[in-house]
T-cell receptor, first 114, second 113 residues
Framework: DGGITQSPKYLFRKEGQNVTLSCEQNLNHDAMYWYRQDPGQGLRLIYY???????QKGDIAEGYSVSREKKESFPLTVTSAQKNPTAFYLC?????????????FGPGTRLTVT | AQTVTQSQPEMSVQEAETVTLSCTYD???????LFWYKQPPSRQMILVIRQEAYKQQNATENRFSVNFQKAAKSFSLKISDSQLGDTAMYFCAFSYNNNDMRFGAGTRLTVKP
């Protein structure tokens, strides 16, 4: 089955540690995205990438970093510079050039930093 | 800047009844897409329905339909014959390109037996 996988589902880290969240897709989609979801708020865009080895900052990129070495993979690193890292993180992907802009989402990772 | 507003943080409906969730948006773009996504307790985001701005006909998907009012920048979701499985957070979203999808804050819908 085609889809997006995110691992792990739950992640716990101590303050001051960097942590990397995994996102893999086998949909052959060109574009991939990372969103952060906090209670009472919609999804906010952290980073996106439309092509391998290229990515762009979203609205809340500070304290995060990404890489896109393969079309299928778009890992997100939450660095110690992120002031409030505890949140639910969603990865998404979309097809470029077909005009509908629909995004397909992974199951998410809940990160808790104490 | 594009913004999406959902003015109903929480709603409830009796099973088998109809409920309408509201969404307004602000944009200067003339061509765009609007979406309703459902996020059940599993937190998996699922596309419910989408509407192209240049299409006047309202989109429908089985029990789900929209009322798209382009001039008023309004995009409401109607759920008919509500089922317990419809209990979820519902997010309205707007996009005019592949780089920027804007989401509302969500409406938590509870379907009561």
């Amino acid at each position: 089955d085609g889809g997006i996988t995110q691992s792990p589902k739950y992640l716990f880290r101590k303050e001051g540690q960097n942590v990397t969240l995994s996102c893999e897709q086998n949909l052959n989609h060109d574009a991939m995205y990372w969103y952060r979801q906090d209670p009472g708020q919609g999804l906010r865009l952290i980073y996106y990438s439309q092509i391998v080895n290229d990515f762009q900052k979203g609205d809340i990129a500070e304290g995060y970093s990404v890489s896109r070495e393969k079309k299928e993979s778009f890992p997100l690193t939450v660095t110690s510079a992120q002031k409030n890292p505890t949140a639910f993180y969603l990865c998404a992907s979309s097809i470029l050039g077909q005009g509908s802009y629909e995004q397909y989402f992974g199951p998410g990772t809940r990160l808790t930093v104490t | 800047a594009q913004t999406v507003t959902q003015s109903q943080p929480e709603m409830s409906v009796q099973e088998a009844e109809t409920v309408t969730l509201s969404c307004t948006y602000d944009t200067s773009e003339s061509n765009y897409y609007l979406f309703w996504y459902k996020q059940p307790p599993s937190r998996q985001m699922i596309l419910v329905i989408r509407q192209e701005a240049y299409k006047q006909q309202n989109a429908t998907e089985n029990r789900f339909s929209v009322n798209f009012q382009k001039a008023a920048k309004s995009f409401s979701l109607k759920i008919s014959d509500s089922q317990l499985g419809d209990t979820a957070m519902y997010f309205c979203a707007f996009s005019y390109n592949n780089n920027d999808m804007r989401f509302g804050a969500g409406t938590r819908l509870t379907v009561k037996p």
